[in-house]
């Protein structure tokens, strides 16, 4: 690996242009490592693992690229992708194509900030809320710029994110020109992958960056407005702070449910009712019945991991713990303490709460989505969609039995990711224990 100091914009030009366009670049303000050993290691290996958060941005991430981006060969790659780069954490060393964003992320500094502000709900009623302010500045120092060879980091694994582009906006993996290296786990970036380690008082560097249109952070994190994946992210619904209200302190504060880093001003007065503040209310204590439920039942409050986790799809389909609270309550509605938003419903007040199974006949099942009406602050409906209808054989296995009345999507994935909840369901029925943090 070539260490260069740059010590002007045209020794900077000079000194990329030499490693050709097999490259990928990363700017960094601080190097880390020894001298001619930089170490790069993924941001899960900076801040360690938080399960319980990797489960609702993995989930929320791979529905937003169902949504925009549909089909996709590397799949695991994307997801992670936009835990890179939209404020949470990955496997994977993020880069770019083009040297211009790696010399502006190596001449500005990042910070953020907790800000409180008071906002007001559809019904004008006064809600807290907590987010996190993030920018990135300027500052005088050195900076540093990698240059890595692609070829040897494809024998790590290579994601090109331009499969990230959506017609007619700019989304930040595209505004950035994008890639990521790895996955890489509890180990740093091989020294092979190095091809030079560039230095240059950051002022070079951001003059480089503003020499090629890159003047200030809105172009390399695009606004809602240019940006539908940030959009999605953003309209999540907000969730009650426990402990902060009180007889004293009357008004809800809330954050929101992935705590992502902010770039814009998002202040508003009085939101729309497509936002969500949610304080926690249960389906079970809030409403008598649920809508399109015949028969009457429970329901029961589980752990999130039940809708945001994942089942093994080999793990063969009987639910005794089910049916037997089936057989003594009638319908059972399993919800979380949370709302799910799909990024499809973005503009409504629907969210899914929970997962509901309801037998049809003797050995027929119905499993569906709880869905509530959430506009503000309050929960006004709770109901079960339509679902898909599962026999159980005389071996207690369900198989799924296509039905007149069933669900009419055409998506699977939907409808396996219920079944996936029904088994960790029933792993909760059957040992609760399991699931204590």
Known sequence: MEQVRAKTAAELETCIAKFGDNALFRG???????????????????????????LKW?????????????????????????????????????????????????????????????????????????????????EEGDGHLYI????????????????????????????????????????????????????AERAVLRDYAVAAGLTETNDLFPSVQEDPILHALLGLPWIEIEGVRDENFTIPAFNRVLDL????????????????????????????????????GIAMTVPEIVLFGSADVKTPMRFPEV???????????????????????????????????????ADLFEVCELLVEHPGLEMTKAGFNRGWYYRRNADGLWIHEPHELECDCGDPKIHN???????????????????RD
């Not at 170490?39 to 990797?54: A, I, N």
């Not at 089909?71 to 949470?88: C, I, K, P």
Request: charge should be negative.
């Open 28 to 54: 960094q303000t601080a190097h880390y490592g020894e001298p001619g050993t930089p170490s790069l290691v993924t941001s899960f290996d900076r801040h360690g693992c938080m399960p319980s958060q990797m």
């Open 148 to 199: 890595l060879d692609r070829d040897m980091a494809a024998r790590i694994g290579l994601v090109d994110l331009a499969a990230l582009q959506i017609s007619g906006y700019r989304p930040r993996p595209t505004a950035q020109s994008a890639w990521l290296v790895g996955p890489l786990r509890n180990k740093p970036l091989p020294t092979a992958c190095y091809r030079a380690h560039i230095m």
């Open 323 to 361: 049916e037997a609270l089936i057989a003594e309550n009638g319908t059972i509605a399993f919800e979380i303490d949370e709302l799910i938003q799909h990024a499809n419903m973005g503009d409504m007040t629907l969210y899914q709460k929970g997962i509901g199974v309801m037998q049809r006949d």
């Open 261 to 296: 880093p902010e770039y814009h001003e998002s202040y508003v007065k009085i939101a729309w009712p497509r936002t969500a503040y949610f304080c926690r209310a249960k389906v079970g204590e809030t409403f008598d019945s649920i809508e399109g439920d015949s028969v009457g």
């Open 58 to 138: 993995g989930r929320y991430a791979t529905n937003v690229l169902d949504v925009f981006i549909g089909e996709y060969e590397d799949r695991l790659g994307l997801v992670q992708a936009l835990l890179q780069h939209y404020g949470w954490r990955s496997f994977y060393i993020d880069a770019s194509s083009n040297a211009a964003v790696g010399a502006w992320f190596a001449s500005h500094n990042y910070s953020d900030k907790t800000v409180i502000e008071m906002s007001e709900d559809c019904e004008e009623r006064p809600v807290w809320l907590r987010k996190k302010m993030a920018q990135y500045n300027f």
């Open 417 to 435: 990711r219920h079944i996936s909840a029904l088994h960790i369901a029933e792993a909760y029925l059957r040992n609760p224990k399991d699931f």
